[in-house]
């Protein structure tokens, strides 16, 4: 198995292994910068988090997502911060938006905005609904500790399944800007990713080929099992971040013109 010391000492051969620096942004159109500086995400954040706590908003949890019922000033609000995916319903006066286990938690545990129940019983605390979510998804605590990191620091995370990582960031709405990094999550006991050096090939290849880069999320911490049942142990989770890339020996290469 391929440790992450050994890929920081052999990989600086033919690739460039960093701390995660803010790319410049691809915008998607002319204006979309200026309407993104005037729309911060975090400002976007407080307006559905208040309007979702007054409304007290519920939601269903199944074995895979979280069925949310809301009205339809904060479908707008949950589709401008990028929390879910609408579901078509016939519904007028209500909207019903698929969350993920991450974004759900997120909402519930750290912005306190809404309530979940399972099985027709209201989840009245977090670490009820924490042990229900990781008896559904056993790597819950790592995927969520990554997901919240990024957050935290008002990235826009979204699935990035069809790249064949965990998560893809937006620095805003994707209607505006193309996403940056592709996000793979590794914790110590965790997956068998990033094992041989094909895998990290195909990785760099894949994401390079799509104009994004590779954000590898290091999550690992001395937890012990009893703490395992609360949302409690994410505060022993650290989170460190470094990011891959094709080394261009061109860009390294001193100017053979010079005398």
């Known amino acids: 198995m391929l440790t992450k010391l050994a890929i920081n000492e052999s990989i600086k051969v033919i690739l460039c292994v960093e701390r995660l620096i803010s790319m410049s ?25 208040s309007s979702l706590a007054q409304t ?30 609408t579901v078509v319903s016939a519904e007028k006066d209500k909207r019903w938006i698929k969350l993920s286990f991450e974004e759900a938690f997120f909402l519930f545990y750290k912005l306190k905005c809404i309530k979940i129940s399972l099985h027709g019983r209201s989840l009245e605390n977090e670490v009820a609904l924490w042990r229900s979510m990781r008896s559904f998804k056993t790597n819950f605590a790592i995927s969520y500790k990554a997901y919240s990191h990024l957050r935290s620091k008002n990235w826009i995370v ?66 012990n099992t009893e703490n395992m049942n609360m949302p409690l142990c994410l505060k022993d989770y650290t989170v460190e971040e470094q990011t891959i890339r094709r080394w261009s020996p061109e860009l390294s290469r001193e100017d053979e013109t010079r005398t």
């Open 25 to 49: 942004p691809r915008w998607k159109w002319k204006g979309a910068e200026a309407k993104a500086l005037a729309e911060p995400v975090s400002k976007t954040v407080s307006e559905l988090q």
């Open 56 to 85: 007290e908003a519920s939601g269903f949890l199944s074995s895979c997502n979280v069925l949310l019922s809301v009205e339809p000033e904060q479908a707008d609000l949950l589709d401008r911060c990028c929390f879910g995916r």
């Open 158 to 223: 979204r699935s990035g399944l069809q790249y064949g990582v965990d998560f893809v960031v937006y620095r805003h709405h994707p209607s505006l800007v193309h996403s940056e990094y592709a996000v793979l999550v590794q914790s110590i006991s965790g997956n068998d990713r990033l094992k041989v050096w094909s895998d990290i090939h195909c990785s760099v290849r894949l994401t390079g080929s799509v104009a994004k880069t590779l954000l590898v999320l290091y999550v690992n911490g001395n937890v």
